[in-house]
């Protein structure tokens, strides 16, 4: 079995103290980083997220499954995001509140960052009013990212944007939003500037915003 199915597996399996040591292996065996993240890492998350909604784990075995790939992304950080960018700006990034999920957010900081930007990272289960006193508050904050994971906290999101759309300070800034059921259809209907399915796309997308 390659180091890159045996990681997928102890990522699926939440065997958080395997990951690190698998990630280097399947590094040194010669995949890209962005291979260990995609194939290694967020394929197991989807096939855990299965097996949630049959029934056959629970809420506890996607945590212990998140604790694994939040090991793992540590260790593939300074392979994804080599930096050294000058300063382009600062970004704003949350999850809407009742959305608790931030291995993704914490994947778009992690590129946002190596793009260049400062990130003021507002957490999980964010607050329309945080997002908003965030960006005006700061006149250096040139986007602010919207983060959702549910379909239940797509209203929530909706929310967000529009109390951004309305901010006094609306001009200053871009905002962008993405997450596993957001859509271009839906970003477009909430009226946010910009919709990008992952993590690298966010940060390219970003940098051109500001550039
Ligand atoms: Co939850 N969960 N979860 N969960 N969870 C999902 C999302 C789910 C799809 C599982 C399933 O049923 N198949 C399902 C949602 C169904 C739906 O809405 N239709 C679900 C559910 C139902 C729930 C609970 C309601 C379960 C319950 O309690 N009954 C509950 C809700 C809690 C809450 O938020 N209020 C819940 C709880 C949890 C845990 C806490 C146990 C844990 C999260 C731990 C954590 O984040 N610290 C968890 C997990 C781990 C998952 C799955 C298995 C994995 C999520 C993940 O981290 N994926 C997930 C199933 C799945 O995703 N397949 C599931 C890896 C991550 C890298 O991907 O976050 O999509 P993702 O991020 C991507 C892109 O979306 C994008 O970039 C990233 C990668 O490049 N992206 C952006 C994200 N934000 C972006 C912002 C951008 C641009 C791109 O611009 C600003």
């Known amino acids: 079995m390659s180091k890159l199915d045996e990681l997928s597996q102890a990522v699926e399996a939440g065997k958080a103290k395997l990951v690190p040591a698998l990630v280097q292996a399947a590094l040194d065996e010669g995949n890209s980083a962005t291979d260990v993240l995609n194939v290694g890492m967020i394929d197991a998350m989807d096939r855990v997220g299965e097996k949630f909604k049959n029934g056959d784990i629970f809420v506890p075995e996607m945590m212990i499954a998140a604790r694994a790939m939040k090991t793992g992304v540590e260790i593939l ?115 946010a500037d910009v919709y990008t399915a992952d993590a690298a796309s966010a940060a390219q997308k970003a940098k051109e915003l500001v550039l």
């Open 77 to 191: 950080k300074p392979y994804l995001a080599s930096s050294g960018s000058a300063f382009i700006g600062k970004y704003v990034m949350g999850t809407v509140y009742g959305d608790l999920h931030d291995i993704g957010k914490n994947l778009v900081i992690m590129m946002i960052e190596a793009a260049g930007f400062e990130v003021i990272d507002l957490g999980i289960d964010v607050p329309v009013e945080k997002f908003v006193e965030a960006v005006e508050n700061d006149p250096e904050v040139k986007i602010v990212g919207v983060s959702a994971l549910l379909t239940t906290t797509m209203p929530a999101m909706k929310e967000t944007v529009e109390a951004l759309n309305e901010s006094a300070v609306r001009d200053r800034f871009k905002i962008m939003v993405g997450g596993a059921p957001v859509t271009q259809e839906f970003a477009d209907e909430i009226k």
